[in-house]
């Protein structure tokens, strides 16, 4: 199973927004198993604007922390089916169309989960499951990817 992540977490795992939420993102991306998750080219921007507007990092910093997720995770990218796609979903379910860029580049990638907090929890469009990683009880499929049972 494919899981895609959201900026949101990137975000959190580089500090942004306090320590709880970092240390939670990271114990689950360390149980991911590293070939399910990818990570939109559309996510890479917009943690590099969190980062520098938000977080207050120089942009070389923001910069070095997007290579280095590049390299930890294989990143799609947005094609122009994938843009046209989001454009319907925006339309469709009023969505803004950088959030409907990463649910259809998920969409594409063969995903079967996006990791968000930002969008609706439990949404599904296009096979995709938007779950958010701090809801509880986890998401069965989530639980599933991490090879854990329920409870």
Known sequence: MKVALDTNLLAYAEGVNGAEKRDIVLELLRKLPQEAAIVPVQVLGELYNVLVRKAGRLPQEARDALL????????????????????????????????????????????????????????TWGGVTVVSPFASPRHPLLNALLGESAG
């Open 68 to 123: 280095s997720w590049r390299d930890a995770f294989p990143v799609a990218g947005t094609t122009q089916d994938v843009m046209m796609m989001a454009t319907d979903l925006a339309t469709d379910h009023r969505f803004s169309i950088w959030d409907a860029v990463i649910l259809s580049t998920a969409s594409q990638a063969g995903c079967r989960l996006l990791l968000s907090e930002d969008l609706q929890d439990g949404f």
